[in-house]
Nanobody, 115 residues
Framework: QVQLVESGGGLVQPGGSLRLSCAAS????????MGWYRQAPGKQRELVAT???????NYADSVKGRFIISRNNAKNTVDLQMNSLKPEDTAVYYC?????????WGQGTQVTVSS
């Protein structure tokens, strides 16, 4: 079992920045992929960005050039630096841990971009 605890969400004005953090604990395998997904009201959950244990990254087209994902393998943490935020980035952001076909989710943290 893996537990994921997110932090860092909140309210920000358009053009602003936020940093999300996620800490994983429990039975952590050294080879894994961690990432962030988001779900806006009335929409399906979608990928934002992922990073594997070798630091290879993958971003949704909608966030490329604005968001940066990073991880600390020693601390089992993954961060998402979100810059130039837009109202359409408003959603609940979920941390994800994946090892093979096994996946775990955090409880989610709300990000609201509004003036």
């Amino acid at each position: 079992q893996v537990q994921l605890v997110e932090s860092g969400g909140g309210l920000v004005q358009p053009g602003g920045s936020l940093r999300l953090s996620c800490a994983a604990s429990g039975k952590i395998f050294s080879i894994n992929t961690m990432g962030w997904y988001r779900q806006a009201p009335g929409k399906q959950r979608e990928l934002v960005a992922t990073i594997d244990s070798g630091a290879s990254t993958n971003y949704a087209d909608s966030v490329k050039g604005r968001f940066i994902i990073s991880r600390n393998n020693a601390k089992n943490t993954v961060d998402l630096q979100m810059n130039s935020l837009k109202p359409e980035d408003t959603a609940v952001y979920y941390c994800n841990y994946r090892f093979g076909v096994v996946t775990f989710w955090g409880q989610g943290t709300q990000v609201t971009v509004s003036s």
